[in-house]
């Protein structure tokens, strides 16, 4: 079996799926060009790609009619057309549940970091500035005892919610979806609407995938919502929120600092004006990144990959009704 894998990523990922198939993995630290990747890709009879490849019907056609799996390493999907892949009968994995607490640490690390200013203050002790203690140094909201509204309540979203708890937080949360009456008495967490939530929140923490529906979710009449103390952070995808107006927003004071770890686009230019500002706290979208995190979804990633070869049902595939459209448990690129 021919196989693809786009980065490296870490070792058990790689040796499961080299035990097995004949694979190529790209082996430079930036992704492979367009051109190179559909070269790449071409007679595979599996794919594991990552958030940076767009896997889309030209992606499919340079791979050919024998393309068996696609496995994403990301529990996000939005690079790839899931509906593409279905229509040809092509199975998505993904690595769900697995960087779900280390997500919601590094949100709580930007939340802490942009509400106490620590990047501010790292700087400032760097460049010689810090001559005395100061009373009205670096000041900035308690996170203790604070709102903080979840905007998706997903695992995610619940994870930051159960931190959320031990700081004596206030818990609101929107989702198309409400939760169930017992998780909400578990999180003591309020359902209520966008709006509502962004203007009574004093921390609001985005946990939505990227779809056209939260597409610029968050744009500059939401931010006018909020409180002008409030912290919005963001490790979901870069496109939920408009990037020019949180520029504007925290230029302004509409808000009082962001914490991002996904930006649009990707990577931020260095000349991206939020760059520019010392209330934005920007990091490369390392939120899954723990060393035992990347470690586990390398393992999921390479087990899709090789049940997807096999024609094994994936552990966990992002379209199951793959199987059930064709009546069958294997994929196949008719
Ligand atoms: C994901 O998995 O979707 C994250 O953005 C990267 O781990």
């Not at 504007?248 to 939020?274: C, K």
């Amino acid at each position: 079996m021919k196989v693809f894998v786009s980065r490296r990523i870490p070792e058990n990922g790689l040796e499961a799926v080299a035990a097995e198939t004949d694979s190529v993995v790209w082996p430079d630290d930036l992704p492979p060009p367009r051109d190179e990747l559909l070269r790449a890709v071409a007679g595979c009879d599996g794919v594991l790609t990552l958030l940076t490849d767009r896997v889309d019907d030209e992606f499919l056609d340079a791979a050919g009619p024998q393309l068996k799996v696609v496995s994403n390493y990301a529990v996000g999907f939005d690079n790839v057309d899931v509906a593409a892949c279905t229509r040809r009968g092509i199975p998505v994995g993904n690595t769900p549940g697995v960087l779900t607490e280390t997500t919601a640490d590094l949100a709580w690390a930007l939340m802490m970091a942009a509400a106490r200013r620590l990047p501010e203050g790292d700087r400032y002790v760097r460049a010689g500035k810090w001559k005395t203690w100061g009373p009205l140094l670096l000041l900035g909201p308690d996170v203790h005892g604070a709102t903080i509204g979840i905007v998706g309540f997903g695992r995610i979203g619940q994870a930051v919610a159960r931190r959320a708890t031990g700081f004596g937080m206030t818990i609101l949360y929107h989702d198309v979806h409400r939760a169930d009456a017992a998780v909400e008495t578990a999180f003591g967490a309020t359902f209520l609407p966008l709006e509502e939530l962004l203007a009574e929140s004093d921390f609001v923490s985005l946990h939505v995938n990227l779809t056209p529906e939260t597409r610029g979710l968050i744009n500059a009449e939401k931010l006018g919502w909020m409180k002008s103390t409030a912290v919005l952070v963001n490790t979901s995808r870069g496109p939920v929120v408009d990037p020019r107006a949180l520029a504007d927003a925290l230029r302004a004071g509409t808000i009082f600092a962001a914490g991002l770890d996904v930006t649009d686009p990707e990577p931020i230019p260095t000349d991206d004006p939020l760059l520019s500002l010392d209330n934005c706290l920007v990091v490369p979208h390392i939120a899954s990144a723990s060393s035992a995190t990347r470690a586990k979804m390398a393992e999921m990633a390479a087990a899709n990959l090789l049940a997807g070869l096999r024609g094994d049902r994936l552990p966990t595939p992002v379209n199951p009704e793959v199987y059930e459209a064709a009546g069958r448990s294997a994929g196949g690129n008719p």
